[in-house]
């Protein structure tokens, strides 16, 4: 409205508003206290609805996360037909390719985790990498682990921290949360735009 009617001011205040929500920084991402549609309040809107809204209204530094929170409900969200739900056809296209692209990326990430990182013998007899009597078996059983807890049970959010007290002791769980943490940053983050279909973070800002 505050476009149709030509209200430039309000426009502004609003567009500030999600700067917070659709961060194109890492480090934004991080510190953000509201993310997405949980800027807009109750009740909230569906991320089909606010990609579309941000399309017509050409926003297109929250295009990225816009996109990146639909690929995240899954293909449920796509075949949506509800007023306002239905996305244009390329943007539905890419954004499926993309949650292909980001499972990929992740996958590769936690693959990345467990042959780069030590995997020495912890001086914890509970850590699991003392699962096994080589190097090798204790590489697979924490890319196992690993895998599970980043593709497998992320519960749809991939971007997000992951606790791994659950797999390892407190000293491993720490170096494996960083190590998650930078491939988060590096697989998934620094390719975001692209997986989408998008224009690069640095053309978009």
Same mark, same amino acid.
């Given at each position: 409205? *505050?476009?149709k009617y030509?209200?430039?001011?309000? %426009?502004?205040?609003?567009?500030?508003?999600?700067?917070?929500?659709?961060?194109?920084?890492?480090? =934004?991402?991080?510190?953000a206290?509201?993310? $997405?549609?949980d800027?807009f309040?109750?009740p909230?809107?569906h991320p089909n609805?606010?990609?579309?809204?941000?399309?017509?209204?050409r926003?297109?530094f929250?295009?990225?996360?816009?996109a990146?929170?639909?690929?995240?409900? $899954?293909?449920?969200s796509?075949?949506?037909?509800?007023p306002?739900?239905a996305?244009?056809?390329p943007?539905?296209v890419?954004?499926?390719?993309?949650?292909?692209?980001?499972? %990929?990326?992740?996958?590769?990430a936690?693959q990345?985790?467990a042959y780069?990182?030590?995997?020495g013998? @912890?001086?914890d007899?509970? @850590?699991?990498?003392n699962v096994?009597i080589n190097?090798t078996?204790? %590489?697979?059983?924490?890319?196992?682990?690993?895998f599970?807890?980043?593709?497998?049970?992320s519960? $749809?959010d991939i971007?997000?921290?992951l606790?791994?007290g659950?797999?390892l002791c407190? $000293? @491993?769980?720490r170096g494996?949360?960083?190590s998650? %943490? =930078?491939c988060?940053?590096?697989f998934?983050?620094?390719?975001?735009?692209?997986?989408?279909g998008l *224009?690069s973070?640095e053309d978009?800002s």
């Amino acid at each position: 409205m *505050a476009t149709k009617y030509g209200f430039s001011d309000i %426009r502004e205040g609003l567009i500030e508003d999600l700067e917070d929500a659709y961060p194109t920084k890492w480090e =934004d991402f991080e510190t953000a206290k509201v993310l $997405g549609e949980d800027v807009f309040g109750s009740p909230k809107p569906h991320p089909n609805a606010v990609l579309n809204l941000l399309l017509e209204q050409r926003v297109k530094f929250a295009l990225p996360f816009a996109a990146y929170r639909v690929a995240m409900g $899954g293909f449920s969200s796509f075949i949506s037909d509800e007023p306002g739900m239905a996305l244009p056809r390329p943007t539905l296209v890419s954004t499926i390719y993309g949650m292909g692209g980001m499972r %990929r990326a992740m996958a590769y990430a936690a693959q990345t985790i467990a042959y780069t990182w030590d995997l020495g013998a @912890c001086p914890d007899r509970a @850590c699991v990498l003392n699962v096994g009597i080589n190097l090798t078996e204790r %590489r697979m059983e924490a890319l196992k682990k690993i895998f599970d807890a980043i593709v497998k049970k992320s519960e $749809g959010d991939i971007l997000s921290s992951l606790a791994f007290g659950n797999l390892l002791c407190v $000293g @491993c769980a720490r170096g494996l949360e960083n190590s998650h %943490r =930078d491939c988060r940053r590096q697989f998934v983050w620094a390719r975001l735009p692209s997986l989408l279909g998008l *224009a690069s973070w640095e053309d978009i800002s």
